[in-house]
């Protein structure tokens, strides 16, 4: 199975300041039509995870403008322009070309 | 709006068996891959099954194949996952979740193996 990597493990993050985590899959993820499946997912405490960012850098509907998302191969990275009290939680990048696999996680909290 | 209602966890003894469903509403569920991921209390995602619109494809993870199996009743626009033989470490929250980019989750039932 493909093993995702995400840095770092935990983040505290002032308020209106940007954050980012960053995500290393431990081979390609460019399938076979040319697509590149890397996901972000948010998981408040006690909800269900919900994705965010979808096939590297599409954000979902709903999705606030200050999440971004980037790479390309192995690399890949979220960011986020300007943390709110609500992007709190755990942060999870999972690839969906092969067999799909997550991340450890990132817990975001606010310093 | 594409609606996931999870449902069909409880406490069950190792080696036993528990049926989970997952009713789909707001999507052409009988085109659509479904799969189920788990979580195990305060750890990470696993997946552990995918089928596809019409059942011809089903994965499994690993750590489930040969204990557990995925279906579906398009008819009902429902997904099941029959889980047997559990053991102490299949504890865990279990979602359904969409396709293979899992782009939209059930609110998760609640699986406990324990004697």
């Known amino acids: 199975d493909v093993v995702m990597t995400q840095s770092p493990l935990s983040l505290s993050v002032t308020l209106g300041q940007p954050a980012s985590i960053s995500c290393r899959a431990s081979q390609g993820l460019v399938s076979g039509d040319g697509n590149t499946y890397l996901n972000w997912f948010h998981q408040r405490p006690g909800q269900s995870p919900r994705r965010l960012i979808h096939e590297v850098s599409k954000r979902d509907s709903g999705v606030p403008d200050r999440f971004s998302g980037s790479g390309s191969g192995t690399d890949f990275t979220l960011k986020i322009s300007r943390v709110e009290a609500e992007d709190v939680g755990t942060y999870y990048c999972?690839?969906?070309?092969?067999?799909?696999?997550f991340g450890q996680g990132t817990k975001v909290d606010i310093k | 709006e594409m609606q996931l209602v999870d449902s069909g966890g409880g406490l069950v003894q190792p080696g036993g068996s528990l049926r989970l469903s997952c009713k789909a509403s707001?999507?052409?569920?009988?085109?659509?891959?479904m799969s189920w991921v788990r979580q195990a209390p305060g750890k990470g995602l696993e997946c552990v099954a995918l089928?596809?619109?019409?059942?011809?494809?089903?994965h499994y993870a690993d750590s489930v194949r040969g204990r557990f199996t995925v279906s579906r009743d398009n008819a009902k626009n429902s997904l099941y996952l029959q889980m047997n033989s559990l053991r102490v470490e299949d504890t865990a929250v279990y979602y359904c979740t969409v396709g293979w980019s899992l782009d939209s989750w059930g609110q998760g039932t609640l699986v406990t193996v324990s004697s």
């Open positions: 089928v596809r619109s019409d059942e011809a494809e089903k």
């Open positions: 999972m690839q969906g070309t092969h067999w799909p696999t």
């Open positions: 707001g999507f052409t569920f009988s085109r659509t891959w």
